[in-house]
């Protein structure tokens, strides 16, 4: 299987005061063209670092140093020069953040923020067009009166509608990839699980592969089609998601799925600590675990 996204021995490190700080230690992971994959962890196991690698943000950092291959369609995108890295997002990839409303810009109407987005990918499409495919892009994210939210300002829109703003936005110029951070977080339970629903059966429509970051096993297991469960910036299993969810086999896949909130029960579990001597990464398939 050729893979869209194919990331080897990915380390990230930034420079201090005190020296450089380890931050991930040989990430490795692949996405196939249309492929959903979820990398999964606690708060700082490198899952959003990871992301903004890939799309180029970190390398231009000074106090960052990134070595590994990112290879993204083909391409290296380590050896690129940053305007070509710049050119590639919004276009061939697009990602979804936590906050919607913080992550749209609040002095511009929706519109103009459609119509930017679009120009990356043609910059000459005037605005009466830009409109027009915004329009189209809001009908299937199931906004009613599109024309009216392309002429609000974010802070006009609820966070659930600024949201599915978001997802449209994010798939206006038919990316290859998109990759989610937490999507629908900042958001109330209802209204994520029906923005998660709706991203999934975009993506799905358009075939459009998706690195999916959560700690929220339980989206995870509805939206996924496998999983990589990241701690302390390593890949410790990998596989199915059905595989991993049925007999996880990692102490740390373990504990995070012990951490999940029940309905019953006294309190919300923290998620243990588990020793460096587990952290041998696990690769599972349909048939097992090697």
Same mark, same amino acid.
């Given at each position: 299987?050729?893979?869209?996204?194919?990331?080897?021995?990915?380390?990230?490190?930034?420079?201090?005061?005190?020296?450089?700080?380890?931050?991930?230690?040989?990430? $490795?992971?692949?996405?196939?063209? *249309?492929?959903?994959?979820?990398?999964?962890?606690?708060? +700082?196991?490198?899952?959003?670092?990871?992301?903004?690698?890939?799309?180029?943000?970190?390398?231009?950092?000074?106090?960052?140093?990134?070595?590994?291959?990112?290879?993204?369609? %083909?391409?290296?995108? &380590?050896?690129?020069?940053?305007?070509?890295?710049?050119?590639?997002? *919004?276009?061939?990839?697009?990602?979804?953040?936590?906050?919607? $409303?913080?992550?749209?810009? @609040?002095?511009?109407?929706?519109?103009?923020?459609?119509?930017?987005?679009?120009?990356?990918?043609? @910059?000459?499409?005037?605005?009466?067009?830009?409109?027009?495919?915004?329009?189209?892009?809001?009908?299937?994210?199931?906004?009613?009166? =599109?024309?009216?939210?392309?002429?609000?300002?974010?802070?006009?829109?609820?966070?659930? &509608? /600024?949201?599915?703003?978001?997802?449209?936005?994010? #798939?206006?110029?038919? =990316?290859?990839?998109?990759?989610?951070?937490? =999507?629908?977080?900042?958001?109330?339970?209802? !209204?994520?699980?029906?923005?998660?629903? #709706?991203?999934?059966?975009?993506?799905?429509?358009?075939?459009?592969?998706?690195?999916?970051?959560?700690? /929220?096993?339980?989206?995870?297991?509805?939206?996924?089609?496998?999983?990589?469960?990241?701690?302390?910036?390593?890949?410790?299993?990998?596989?199915?998601? %059905?595989?991993?969810?049925?007999?996880?086999?990692?102490?740390?896949?373990?504990?995070?799925?012990?951490?999940?909130?029940?309905?019953? +029960?006294?309190?919300?579990?923290? !998620?243990?600590?588990?020793?460096?001597?587990?952290?041998?990464?696990? !690769?599972?398939?349909?048939? *097992?675990?090697?």
């Amino acid at each position: 299987m050729s893979h869209l996204l194919d990331i080897r021995d990915l380390h990230l490190a930034f420079k201090g005061l005190g020296g450089l700080t380890e931050v991930l230690h040989g990430i $490795t992971l692949d996405i196939a063209a *249309g492929e959903r994959v979820a990398l999964v962890g606690e708060s +700082g196991s490198g899952k959003s670092v990871t992301a903004r690698i890939v799309l180029g943000l970190l390398q231009e950092m000074r106090n960052a140093r990134v070595t590994g291959r990112v290879g993204f369609d %083909g391409a290296d995108i &380590m050896t690129m020069a940053p305007r070509d890295r710049a050119r590639l997002r *919004g276009t061939e990839m697009s990602m979804i953040f936590q906050d919607p $409303t913080s992550s749209l810009n @609040p002095t511009f109407t929706i519109g103009n923020q459609f119509a930017e987005v679009m120009r990356r990918r043609d @910059p000459r499409l005037n605005q009466a067009a830009c409109d027009a495919r915004a329009t189209e892009m809001l009908a299937e994210v199931s906004i009613p009166d =599109p024309g009216r939210v392309l002429a609000n300002y974010p802070f006009q829109l609820s966070g659930g &509608m /600024n949201q599915r703003v978001m997802i449209a936005m994010a #798939l206006v110029n038919n =990316p290859k990839l998109l990759l989610a951070d937490e =999507p629908g977080t900042a958001l109330d339970v209802s !209204v994520q699980a029906q923005t998660l629903r #709706l991203m999934h059966d975009l993506v799905e429509k358009h075939r459009t592969a998706v690195l999916f970051i959560s700690h /929220n096993l339980g989206v995870v297991r509805e939206f996924a089609d496998r999983v990589y469960v990241i701690y302390r910036g390593r890949i410790v299993e990998t596989g199915p998601t %059905g595989a991993i969810f049925h007999n996880p086999g990692h102490a740390y896949t373990r504990a995070l799925m012990d951490a999940v909130p029940r309905i019953t +029960g006294a309190g919300l579990p923290a !998620v243990p600590e588990v020793s460096d001597d587990f952290l041998a990464p696990m !690769v599972r398939h349909e048939g *097992g675990t090697s």
